[in-house]
């Protein structure tokens, strides 16, 4: 491999919000954090010297975008996904979390009733409610291996809805939706009159050769009935540089919401972003998420390995993209969510997510961040097993 993924780049005492602050996760600091979604490689080096050039300007100054991030999100979903997405179909926005809030002013009222589909991004609930909409729980349900939508339901819980947020892929589960899954979804929206915002940040990291299939492509309801939220920021490991961008293809709702954005000063981006943006989007870029996902893969394999040998109480669910693993650790037999919070915080001393967090269907769960370092999930997983010899 060209780039070392293995490398331990120190982040304590950076102002990284996964270390310096992994209290606001577990209620300590003395863990490994394996919770917020970045990951602890470093930012590719071409997008680090994209930022260089342009502080060597001198000058911090408004900065308009330029060709180059235009053409490059254009040709990346063509190339990567086969849309097709044309320059004014598409305009930059801060974050996607800003995104949703963005989409949740500008198409619902104060009341309206917003779909999310639970276990999901804790945001997708967040957002809506401090907004004063009213959301409308549609659960996942679980299979074998995985999560799954039940669309018996969905029809029901759709009725009177405004808005429904998918997240595809899914976080926390790592779910690639397949192509017949998201045109019921178009369908079952259309049909009702349901807008739905398709978050698709984790769009670029689908593992085991699998191939992301945009909301937006799988049908003309879903093409007219949607907008697209993206951004590399995930998959190259720099979302403090907050540049994401939106993709909405119906004319009449595009002017709304391009003028809603625009008229709110949310599609200027800071002085890197553009040029970070291009450099992602670009034949280096594909290189190294191409070698990052095969790195990440193998601490996933590593991860589900070890677990089902040594631990196998805990259960993975083997995401099919993206470096989050949801643990199912009901097997574990603790009674409530703060037991298990606790044996991973207070015992264990690893910093993850509660499963809690992203909706009922997350109680008996934790989401693990293994964007990072082998020898951390290595870690990780020998503090469990060590632990769980004392308790058990
Ligand atoms: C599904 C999903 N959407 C949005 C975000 C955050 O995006 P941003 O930092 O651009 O607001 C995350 C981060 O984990 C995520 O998983």
Redesign the pocket.
Known sequence: MKYDFSEIVPRIGTDCMKYDKVDWCCGRKDVIPMW???MDFRTPPFVLEAMQQRLQQGILGYTCSHNAYWDNICRWNKEQFGMDVKREEVTYI???????YLCVQCFTQPGDKILIQEP??H??RIVPEHSGREIVFNSLVRTKDSFTMDMDSLRRDIKGCRMMIL?N????AGICWTREQLQEVAHICAEEGVLVVS?E??CDMLLGGRRHIPFASVSEEARQNSIT?Q?P??TFNM?GI?A?QTIVYEPKKRRKFFTYIEGNDFDLGNVFAYDCVAACYSPQGLEWKTQMLEYVQGNIDLLCERLEKECPQIVPIRPQA?F?VFLDCRGLGYQTQEELDDFFANKAKIGLNSGAMFGPGGKGYMRMNVGCPRSIVNQAIDQIVATLALVQ
Not at 169 to 172: E, L, R
């Open positions: 917020v979604a970045d801060p974050g996607v979390v800003c995104g949703i999901v991004y945001p997708f997240c892929p899914h976080n926390p978050d940040i984790h939220l951004a920021s995930k979302p907050v994401s993206s989050l």
